[in-house]
């Protein structure tokens, strides 16, 4: 309790305008903290300390019956193999980490594709393990990306899947074919209308 007489003795002779003021910069430090942008790019690393893997792409040996098997999601209507699937051992937290060979080179994003399809993976492992994933990892080979489990990237995921549904359905879509969008699209010069050749 000392920490506590000691916050007392400094409030004590503060006047309201000092106290708002302390408020305001204790408040912006745990928004600054906590709110935060929803991804950032770190240099490409290996390990996730404190976690055990809990699932993989590939088939596993002894005890790892579910690595391999395709993880289905029937709340969201998504199937999927995420590559990786770690859990905290303390909170048991979920970490899905997602390795792509290319290069990412200067850009500050991940490419769009690999963004949406770690974002699929949150619901995918939420509705799978029953719990909220709070970040993600896409690894390329020279820079990764931690994604956070944002309400917005939620939104932004769900928005594309029912636009990918319908355009299933109806057989009509808009493309947003520029440069950035489609310069990494495998359709790029190939079957795409919008590409060029």
Known sequence: MEWLESWKSLLEYRTAAELA??????????FLRRGGRRLRKLPARDTLRGY???????KGGAGQEDFGKLLYSARYGLQGKPDYVFRS???GRIV???LKSGRIGDALEPHRGDYLQLAAYFLLL???YGKRPRF???VYADYM??????????REVLRTMAEMRRMLETGEGHAESSFVHCRHCVCNGTVCEFSER
């Open 145 to 154: 990306f931690e994604v956070r489990n944002t309400a917005g990237v939620r």
């Open 52 to 58: 055990t893997l809990i699932y993989a792409d590939q």
């Open 21 to 30: 003021g302390i408020a305001v910069v204790l408040l912006l430090c745990l």
């Open 96 to 98: 899905p980490v997602e």
């Open 126 to 128: 939420e509705d799978v």
């Open 89 to 91: 051992r303390l909170g």
């Open 136 to 138: 993600g990892r896409l």
